[in-house]
């Protein structure tokens, strides 16, 4: 028989509980490393969340429910985040770890080390890969986690214990952890995520201002269902996404630019061995995908 | 209890038995609508296609699977069909149908009235949507149509005994009939498939030459997944339909453009409003396609 293991967290505030936080809530508490789960949130996203179990405590304010934890997880918005660290730091416990869900690292770096002051040392960026179109606390599924990547990305001030004891969190929550330095982070997903979504948003807004998106709507395949999915995802969540990471965007969307217009040029000479050869770099690119 | 029904077609003959081809003949035979189901194909796809059990014979030659049919399904690659047409239009019995699997029909109906003389009045243009990213005829299906839309193209030579004939068998083998005529057909397509393919093509090769397509391949989550599934497609299918529905393409093409540079001005612009708003129209659309 195995021992029984004390959780590793007494407990874990969630600062914000939608998608992602009330996900990670109902994690924790499902895999036993955390004693106590306290959320805060604006709306009525912590009292939701509550009734439907993700957390034990809905706290009013971020002083409550940061107060006496050893771990707290930011997954708010990216846009509250200089906000939140801010209005967490004067109640931090002195030991606290801390790490957050945000989609793009650099600025949520420069955020919390302006305010968190010696804790920042304590803060360990990460970035779990687990959206989905959907939102809100009743989106949230204590398995979201299980078989995603975690991407933990260390600053130069962490210690490594607390890389490690965050990576450990992660882990226990069920992700695979994948570490990369904040930059290089967004600049992948600037490639592999911000950039194809404001493409799709593209795509999808030019069919329907297009000349037959009734006709489009009726006769789309399951390969435009697909291609298009990560378009119904939230506008305003998008948006600030793509200002927040935006340089790194910005240049996805020139080498992309690049490649379509000599695409088009292929099409329109009718260079049919050339349209191939772009096809096919870009098929064997996706078949190693998987 | 109902009346058996004689078979619709005593002989239909396909020519081309891959994916769809191969497909069409093992619904015509599950669906009971066909006697007997003859394929001929290039290299081995008929043995294929008969050792599969998708066909109930395989034949050497276009005409040897022609003569004696009442129904010629033509489900070959789009370059491979004004060969077929010139190639059937002798051997085609007095009475048979025609109808053909292609992604585009303004070329098709060119090539069919080119070569069929007065059958061209019994080639009624068919566009089943069920392809899939995968091909030959391993990855036939009897079930591929069910609940798929097919649309049927009728030209002005066609008569309405011809349209309703071949608009019965698309739905006996399980698929919803939809009517456009062919330009409106091929306008429609490039907006809802063959754009996208060329543009789901062109993210993938941006990402394979790009700064870090091993990273990508790492961390891409299921959003990119779906985004890009069609970019692995062939290549040379791709290459051919683009290049027959070119100028429908090139206009889809540049209204994407146009709709792209201003978003990318409103991200370079830092304007959060005008960004959600184009959001907002493409996300309204993406959730009505449901």
Redesign the interface.
């Known amino acids: 028989m195995a021992a029984a293991r004390e959780p590793a967290f007494r407990r874990v505030a969630l600062l914000g509980v939608g998608l992602i936080g009330g996900s990670v809530a109902a994690a924790a508490r499902a895999s036993g490393c955390a004693d106590h789960v306290a959320g805060h949130a604006t709306g009525d996203d912590a009292a939701q969340a509550l009734a439907l179990g993700l957390i034990d405590s809905a706290c009013a304010s971020v002083a409550e429910a940061v107060r006496g934890a050893d771990l707290v997880v930011l997954a708010a918005p990216v846009p509250a985040l200089p906000g939140l660290f801010q209005a967490l730091a004067p109640h931090l416990d002195t030991a606290a770890l801390i790490t957050d869900c945000a989609s793009t690292k650099t600025s949520t770096v420069a955020a919390a080390r302006e305010a968190l002051g010696p804790a920042f040392s304590r803060f360990v960026p990460a970035h779990p890969?687990?959206?989905?179109e959907r939102h809100g606390p009743a989106a949230a599924r204590a398995d979201l986690f299980q078989r995603?990547?975690a991407?933990v990305c260390p600053h130069a001030g962490n210690s490594a214990a607390a890389v490690a004891s965050i990576s450990g969190f992660w882990r226990a929550i069920g992700a695979r952890v994948?570490e990369?330095d904040p930059a290089?982070h967004d600049?992948?997903?600037a490639?592999?995520?911000h950039w194809?979504?404001?493409?799709?948003?593209?795509?999808?807004?030019?069919?329907?201002?297009?000349?037959?998106?009734d006709?489009?709507?009726?006769?789309?395949?399951?390969?435009?269902?697909?291609?298009?999915?990560?378009?119904?995802?939230?506008?305003?969540l998008?948006?600030?996404i793509?200002?927040d990471n935006?340089e790194p965007?910005?240049?996805?969307?020139a080498?992309?630019?690049?490649?379509?217009e000599a695409?088009?040029a292929d099409?329109?000479d009718?260079n049919?061995d050339a349209?191939?050869a772009?096809?096919?770099?870009?098929?064997?690119?996706?078949?190693?995908?998987g």
Chains 1, 2 share one sequence.
């Open positions: 890969i687990a959206g989905s995603a990547v991407v994948v990369l290089r600049r992948v997903f490639e592999v995520s194809p979504h404001a493409l799709v948003f593209a795509l999808c807004a030019a069919i329907a201002r297009g000349e037959c998106p006709d489009a709507l009726r006769m789309a395949g399951a390969g435009l269902r697909d291609t298009t999915r990560i378009g119904a995802s939230s506008p305003a998008w948006a600030d793509l200002l935006r965007v910005l240049r996805s969307a080498a992309f630019q690049t490649e379509l695409l088009l099409l329109r009718g049919r349209l191939i772009r096809f096919d770099a870009a098929s064997a690119w996706r078949r190693a995908l």
